[in-house]
């Protein structure tokens, strides 16, 4: 089972930030927070991934809260384009296993 | 810099045929993984490699599925006596590893398989 909660599906403005949010409350040390996005029809795209650290790249931001419970992926400027099931998965790093355990993600429709 | 690919993209086949499917990973990533997506579902883990060792492997990897990577790198995912049930789109992701700040797999556009 998906070991995260996210919402089933959000709006967004076109030109606006896209927050979307995931409750990962049974979070361990050692696992690690990664987003990827499906747009329809086509392979799963990594986003972005942190442990602690708020983290930052070229296609969006993620926010981890302190306790490490709930994180939040930013898409500063949404646009048609970003319009894709996003999901929201925690990994370990170094077990036993290291497949990715995907839930249903959030539905992000970006708005013209 | 190439990504994943994977061939065919669409594959249309009788219940009963036998599929293969190919996978060539990102060079110089030695692991390989194959899910499974079915309509409204998130991807499903089926079997992993690292190199050519197959190391783990779903419940959902029937004895109708078999999987190689026989020289650490391309894979191909074989379906015998498939059934209407196989219907799915089926990923392969590559990454790096092991590594030190998280292992990172990249996805391929995907084959999509329909069993009439």
């Known amino acids: 089972d998906a070991k995260t909660t996210q919402p089933t599906s959000m709006d967004c403005a076109e030109g606006r930030a896209a927050n979307l949010p995931c409750n990962h409350s049974?979070?361990?040390?050692?696992?690690?927070v990664y987003w990827y996005r499906q747009i329809h029809s086509q392979g799963p795209q990594y986003i972005i991934h942190?442990?602690?650290n708020n983290e930052t790249n070229e296609m969006a931001s993620l926010i981890i809260t302190e306790d490490r419970k709930s994180s939040t992926l930013i898409l500063p400027h949404a646009t048609l384009r970003d319009t894709a099931v996003y999901y929201c998965?925690?990994?370990?790093?170094?077990?036993?296993?290291?497949?990715?355990?995907f839930g249903t993600g959030t539905l992000l429709a970006v708005q013209p | 810099d190439t990504g994943v690919s994977q061939n065919p993209r669409h594959k249309i086949t009788k219940r009963g045929q036998n599929v293969t499917f190919r996978c060539d990973p990102i060079s110089e990533h030695n692991r390989l993984y194959w899910y499974r997506q079915t309509l409204g579902q998130g991807p499903e883990f089926l079997t992993y490699?690292?190199?050519?060792?197959?190391?783990?492997k779903s419940r959902l990897l029937s004895d109708r599925f078999s999987a190689e990577r026989p020289k650490g790198s391309f894979s191909t995912l074989e379906i015998q006596r498939t059934e209407q049930g196989d219907s799915a789109m089926y990923l392969c992701?590559?990454?790096?590893?092991?590594?030190?700040?998280?292992?990172?797999?990249?996805f391929g556009p995907g084959t999509r398989l329909l069993v009439l």
């Open positions: 942190g442990l602690k």
């Open positions: 490699f690292q190199n050519e060792a197959q190391l783990e």
């Open positions: 998965i925690v990994r370990g790093y170094g077990g036993a296993t290291n497949k990715l355990i």
């Open positions: 049974t979070i361990s040390g050692n696992e690690y």
């Open positions: 992701a590559s990454s790096l590893g092991p590594g030190t700040g998280g292992e990172t797999q990249y």
